[in-house]
């Protein structure tokens, strides 16, 4: 007959109940056949399957809680079916039998619309870019007949080197923005030395009115300078 299991935690060295091997305080399992010691944390199941184990070795410490287990199922089937029977019972799922649905003939098939085509697209009208004249340089200025004035003289070229030279060097002159330039043949005139053509700029009545427009004559030829014109 085995010990019975009772609080060895703190006394000497005890014994299995199911091999009788030697056991220490304390000690959780048997190192012989792995039974769970009982001590003093062990539960009143785990005590129970103990003392069943002892008396039965076929049992290995399960039945009891296995027992406990299946009663405690019985009893919460049994609540569950009392729980159930108190209710409504549930309302029967209504079932459709016989017959087939059909459409109905009013419905039309639909149809996708059709692709309709852009309307084409005239290019605008071009018009034809406005003509632009080049503005033509302003004649070359001749002085008065019988007129007797003040002017600024840009340049003197010798008549050798032809009219065409003279009048090209009025053109350069106009295109600087000098005003009223023209040529002269210094021959014609009794304040001049003869046998030259004469760049000049404006006809002025008086020689204040000459020299007031000198500084502007002078930013295109640094050289100009005012002179009476006597016919």
């Not at 007949?145 to 008549?159: A, K």
């Not at 330039?181 to 002025?204: D, E, I, K, Q, T």
Request: aromatic fraction near 6%; charge should be neutral; include cysteine.
């Amino acid at each position: 007959m085995s010990e019975p299991d009772g609080d060895r935690t703190t006394s000497g060295p005890g014994h299995c109940p199911r091999c009788s091997a030697d056991v220490e305080p304390n000690q959780e399992y048997c190192l012989e056949c792995g039974l769970r010691l009982p001590n003093e944390r062990t539960t009143a199941v785990e005590r129970a399957s103990a003392s069943v184990s002892e008396r039965h070795s076929w049992t290995a410490g399960w039945i009891v809680p296995a027992l406990l287990g299946l009663l405690i199922a019985v009893v919460g089937t049994g609540a569950a079916i009392a729980i159930s029977d108190d209710g409504e019972s549930p309302a029967a799922v209504p079932t459709a039998t016989g017959g087939s649905r059909s459409a109905p003939e009013t419905t039309s098939t639909l149809t996708a619309p059709e692709p309709t085509t852009p309307a084409p697209t005239t290019a605008p009208a071009t018009t034809a870019p406005p003509r632009t004249t080049t503005p033509r340089p302003p004649a070359t200025l001749a002085w008065p007949r019988e007129r007797r004035g003040w002017t600024i003289v840009l340049l003197s070229l010798p008549q050798s080197s032809g009219r065409a030279a003279a009048d090209a060097r009025a053109a350069e002159a106009r295109s600087n923005g000098v005003p009223a330039v023209g040529v002269l043949n210094s021959s014609r005139f009794a304040s001049l030395h003869p046998g030259y053509y004469v760049v000049f700029s404006g006809v002025f009545d008086s020689q204040a009115e000459a020299t007031s427009a000198l500084p502007r004559a002078r930013s295109a030829f640094p050289l100009a300078y005012q002179r009476e014109i006597v016919p």
